[in-house]
């Protein structure tokens, strides 16, 4: 179900998808209406059923398909395939045999001219997982991270998984950093000149491919989150 979050922002989730280890992951997609005309901005998107496909065509039509970075490609295909008008952009370091699609673009800092007044945009690099693009939409005032920072609901995984997660924080009280992605941050100090980019952004809600979305308070709980790198 595709739920507005806020201005020209809507939020559906889609199944969970099973990723490293048999870790189980909720997923969710973020779709953005830009300015006059621009289409629609489809951001880590989830699986294309026929309802979720129903629900985004009725806000527009689909112009671009984001993925994020180079983990968050399970469904890139099946939505090229979907809305062939559609152009494709992705994270550095995503290869086009790995998507399964062409990648008609590769992300980097300055915005796409198509959303360049609309959204802003900071790769973070520095990262052995992957390198992943933060964006900030303006007029709803949203920052959108995939991976970077989680809040898996505690209770989510069972077992050993269970203890993992908590220990790599992937399931902490708060929006947070997983331990492994700071193990992974080989160079400290471009990841920091990045994150400060995205820490001076003045936003107020925060969207994770997994967690809860805030609907205030996404600046402080960004900063929380980073602590760790920026002190
Ligand atoms: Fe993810």
């Known amino acids: 179900m595709v739920e507005q979050f806020g201005a020209e922002l809507w939020l559906s989730d889609g199944p969970i998808v099973t990723g490293a280890a048999g870790f189980r992951f909720p997923t969710r997609m973020a779709v953005i209406r830009l300015p006059n005309e621009g289409g629609l901005w489809v951001w880590s998107p989830v699986a294309l059923t026929q309802d979720q496909r129903h629900a ?40 086009e045999q790995i998507a ?12 796409d001219p198509a959303w360049a007044n609309t959204i802003e945009q900071v790769i973070v690099p520095g990262n052995r997982i992957t390198t992943e693009v933060v964006f900030f939409h303006r007029p709803s005032a949203t920052v959108l991270v995939t991976d970077l920072v989680q ?6 995984y069972r077992g050993w998984r269970a203890v993992v997660a908590r220990l790599d924080l992937m399931t902490a009280p708060v929006p947070s950093v997983p331990r492994k992605f700071r193990m992974a941050t080989t160079d400290k100090t471009a990841s920091r000149d990045a994150v400060r980019r995205i820490l001076e952004w003045p936003a107020e809600r925060l969207v994770m491919a997994h967690g809860a979305p805030l609907g205030s308070g996404g600046q402080q709980a960004l900063r929380h989150a980073f602590r760790w790198l920026m002190r």
């Open 151 to 156: 809040q898996i609901p505690q209770g989510w």
């Open 56 to 95: 985004v065509d009725a806000l527009g039509p689909v112009r671009h398909i984001i993925a994020p970075n180079s983990l968050h490609h399970t469904y890139l295909a099946d939505w090229a395939t979907g809305y062939p008008d559609a152009v494709v952009h992705a994270a550095p370091g995503l290869e």
């Open 100 to 111: 399964g699609t062409s990648i008609h673009s590769t992300l980097g800092d300055p915005p």
